[in-house]
T-cell receptor, first 114, second 112 residues
Framework: DVKVTQSSRYLVKRTGEKVFLECVQDMDHENMFWYRQDPGLGLRLIYFSYDVKMKEKGDIPEGYSVSREKKERFSLILESASTNQTSMYLC?????????????FGQGTRLTVV | QKEVEQNSGPLSVPEGAIASLNCTYSDRVSQSFFWYRQYSGKSPELIMSIYSNGDKEDGRFTAQLNKASQYVSLLIRDSQPSDSATYLCAVKGYSSASKIIFGSGTRLSIRP
């Protein structure tokens, strides 16, 4: 079974703090994704990575950065947390196939910025 | 225009009936299409994938794809209370490095 593990289930951080969300997958998947989910807005793509050290911006990259130094690990960084970044963050991974590459999700991190 | 659009619902269907969920997408070169189910407080889980025009059936679920109309649907037959969840449509582009974009989801409620 594919396993995608996010480092924390719940996080509370203060405004202005630098926040790291970590994600690890054990299936040797090429692609990894970070989404945030807010009520009524579905899953919005923040960043994705299709290879080590490679990344592309998603639909809402402002205020975030990412790091992928190893194939299995994809980190999301909030450079200076703000209250409007309070959300559920979901990490996912998929194979590098052009077709049939569904995303497998981690358990999610509920981040609250106070 | 959003890349992937779904009616937000809620869609209320009596137990035992057919639930029909719809999704449209804007990128004509999309190749892979997925339906995920998400229970409250849980992560999305894949229930169906479809890659070519036509119907694909898996148990009580049927996915339908029409690339010419840029339309994907999910039918759930013999709806059960356990089918009550949010259903997310997702679309992937044509290359291995393509992103996967989700719709905002349709909330489905099965009433006994």
């Amino acid at each position: 079974d594919v396993k995608v593990t996010q480092s924390s289930r719940y996080l509370v951080k203060r405004t202005g703090e630098k926040v790291f969300l970590e994600c690890v997958q054990d299936m040797d998947h090429e692609n990894m994704f970070w989404y945030r989910q807010d009520p009524g807005l579905g899953l919005r793509l923040i960043y994705f990575s299709y290879d080590v050290k490679m990344k592309e911006k998603g639909d809402i990259p402002e205020g975030y950065s990412v790091s992928r130094e190893k194939k299995e690990r994809f980190s999301l960084i909030l450079e200076s947390a703000s209250t409007n970044q309070t959300s559920m963050y979901l990490c996912a991974s998929s194979t590098g196939q052009a077709v049939a590459a569904e995303a497998f999700f981690g358990q999610g991190t509920r981040l609250t910025v106070v | 225009q959003k890349e992937v659009e779904q009616n937000s619902g809620p869609l209320s269907v009596p137990e035992g009936a057919i639930a029909s969920l719809n999704c449209t997408y804007s990128d004509r070169v999309s190749q892979s299409f997925f339906w995920y189910r998400q229970y409250s407080g849980k992560s999305p889980e894949l229930i169906m994938s479809i890659y070519s025009n036509g119907d694909k059936e898996d148990g009580r679920f049927t996915a339908q794809l029409n690339k010419a109309s840029q339309y994907v649907s999910l039918l759930i037959r013999d709806s059960q209370p356990s089918d009550s969840a949010t259903y997310l449509c997702a679309v992937k582009g044509y290359s291995s490095a393509s992103k996967i974009i989700f719709g905002s989801g349709t909330r489905l409620s099965i009433r006994p």
